[in-house]
């Protein structure tokens, strides 16, 4: 048996696997036939949930996939968002066959890429590449899943298009 350390993973997280709040949402392909999110014009808070699919996680310790970074491609149109936060967040797997809560999130510390650090930045009418680069990177056990939200908050006349997202990670079998 061979073994596996590989840092230059990367896997595509498509738009329709995601979760979306606030507003009138529909699936459109650009110009470029590009398939995204759009969120029609209107005022009001806005939420985009993106579960990061990696296909190997481990229940040892530093085995299965290590998550180090991820991009979110998205457009801002017409007028400038009024805020935008994101999180990283880690949440356990109930335990048993029954539960009668859902366990909590964790939020993950991570920094913004340069362009982004600025939070007007984020904000701005334009397409970005908002990459989110995890503290101390992610090995993500059997028993938990990862998610990235995104929260923002719209005036009158703003239209947002999500594309998906990109992982950066590390593969070790």
């Known amino acids: 048996m061979g073994y596996i350390h590989d840092t230059g993973m990367v896997a595509w997280i498509p738009p329709d696997v995601g979760v979306y709040y606030g507003g009138t949402w529909t699936f459109l392909a650009g110009a470029e036939m590009t398939p995204s999110r759009h969120r029609a014009a209107a005022a009001g808070w806005f939420y985009v949930d993106m579960p990061l699919l990696i296909p190997h996680q481990n229940r ?39 539960f009668a809560t859902w366990p909590a999130e964790t939020s993950l510390g991570f920094s913004y890429d340069s362009t982004h650090q600025t939070a007007s ?48 990670y590390t593969l070790r079998l």
């Not at 995104?150 to 009158?156: D, I, K, T």
């Open 121 to 168: 930045n984020r904000l701005t009418q334009t397409y970005h590449a908002l990459e989110l680069t995890l503290s101390s990177g992610r090995w993500i056990s059997g028993g938990e899943f990862l998610h990235v939200k995104l929260v923002a908050e719209a005036p009158a006349g703003t239209a947002f298009d999500f594309y998906g997202m990109k992982v950066d």
């Open 60 to 98: 040892n310790n530093y085995k299965g996939c290590r998550i180090s970074k991820a991009t979110l491609y998205y457009l801002v149109a017409s007028a400038n968002l009024l805020s935008l936060t994101v999180y990283i967040l880690a949440q356990d797997f109930p335990g048993g066959y029954t």
